[in-house]
């Protein structure tokens, strides 16, 4: 073989070599939300039965900051429903006010607020007064019996997920903190929902027409 004809070939593996670099797995932004049929009664499916043991063993638990433990007797959860604030920014205390003042409500709707970078950090994760007081939530209207404001955790991301997307960070505390919620309180994934696809729950495209529910099922339990 050639010199000139043996340095292409070098190159060659030099230039193919590269594409075997480890890509890290990239965020699958599709969503397989599909909301429920709207023209009859629809409450979640029963729960399973719940195991003996709470919380789950110390090995499996994820490991939460102290602020996402309610300081008030616990109530029985069943579900998780994630929103977003269809606002760029915003934080618990922006929305807070938002949800006084053009809602009339006693305060913040959701339990907590996870931030964008805007008013919070990028990926923090805010429990609100309603998480903290264990009180009934303001986030999920029109279900028979109120049964997702009483029984469901509200979650809401802060951004507008018609237009945009979550942020890496945002994604990830999102899914430690639905894990940890689920480990908690026996949630199965089959009871984790957008707030559009929330059985019973108003029409609405919250959590966004980008939310990627199926990478958010892929990271939970
Ligand atoms: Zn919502």
């Given at each position: 073989m050639c010199i000139r004809r043996l340095s292409w070939l070098l190159l060659a593996i030099f230039?193919?070599?590269?594409?075997n670099e480890q890509v890290p797995p990239s965020i699958d932004y599709s969503s397989v939300d599909a909301p429920p049929p709207r023209n009859k009664i629809i409450l979640p499916p029963p729960l399973p039965p719940k195991p003996a043991p709470h919380p789950a063993a110390p090995s499996a638990q994820v490991n939460a900051p102290t602020g996402w433990m309610p300081s008030h007797s616990e109530r029985a959860w069943s579900a998780i429903i994630v929103h977003h604030s269809a606002t760029d920014n915003g934080n618990?205390?922006?929305?807070?006010?938002?949800h006084r003042e053009n809602n009339g409500w006693n305060g913040v709707g959701y339990d907590f607020v996870i931030g964008n970078g805007s008013d919070s950090g990028d990926g923090q994760v805010e429990p609100t007064y309603r998480w903290r007081g264990q009180l009934t939530g303001a986030h999920t209207g029109g279900t028979p019996g109120n049964w997702a404001n009483e029984e469901a955790i509200g979650i809401c991301l802060v951004g507008d997920f018609d237009r945009n997307v979550p942020s890496k960070r945002q994604l990830e505390s999102l899914a430690k903190l639905v894990r940890f919620l689920q480990q908690r309180y026996h949630i199965p994934k089959s009871r984790v929902y957008g707030h559009g696809s929330t059985p019973g729950g108003?029409?609405?495209?919250?959590?966004?027409?980008?939310?990627?529910m199926k990478w958010l099922k892929s990271n939970i339990n």
């Open positions: 230039i193919f070599s590269g594409c618990a205390t922006i929305i807070d006010k938002w108003h029409v609405t495209d919250c959590p966004g027409k980008r939310f990627p």
